[in-house]
């Protein structure tokens, strides 16, 4: 879906066998790390259902805010859908790309943490948890 100059849109989609693991959410952190340091980004938007609740909790966990319900012209595109569009941005401040030592700003987005790469955000037994840092 294109939403315009300056904008990304990201897009998940899951197995529901794999739900509730933070996959999405973790593939979502990746890509909007990866936003943050091209040029030219000045938002990223996340867009689903609103049937699809799951796919807004990982917007909320990752620092989007929820800013537009629309309703589809076309209407529901799949079974259970509503037709109703949830459109969530972030309008990421730029973080500078890691330098050959492997530093740079904080690791997941949305966080507020001084310590560079503290490593508070980069744990398999950490994901979605908040910054122990502040």
């Known amino acids: 879906m294109s939403i315009g100059p300056g904008g990304l849109d990201i897009g ?8 509730g693991k933070g996959l999405a959410t973790m593939a979502a952190a990746a890509l909007v790390e990866a936003g943050r340091r091209m040029s030219g980004v000045d938002r990223i938007e996340i867009h689903h259902d609103e049937a699809n609740p799951a ?22 595109t799949a079974p259970g859908e509503t037709g109703v569009d949830v459109i969530w941005r972030l309008q990421p401040a730029p973080r500078p790309a890691p330098d050959a030592a492997g530093e740079g700003g904080p690791v997941r987005p949305g966080c507020q943490c001084p310590e560079v790469h503290c490593g508070c955000h980069t744990s398999a037994e950490r994901p979605g948890r908040p910054c122990e840092h502040g």
């Open 12 to 19: 998940y989609w899951l197995h529901h066998a794999w739900m």
């Open 55 to 76: 796919s807004g909790a990982v917007a909320r966990r990752l620092g989007f805010t929820e800013v537009e319900r629309v309703q589809v012209s076309e209407g529901p």
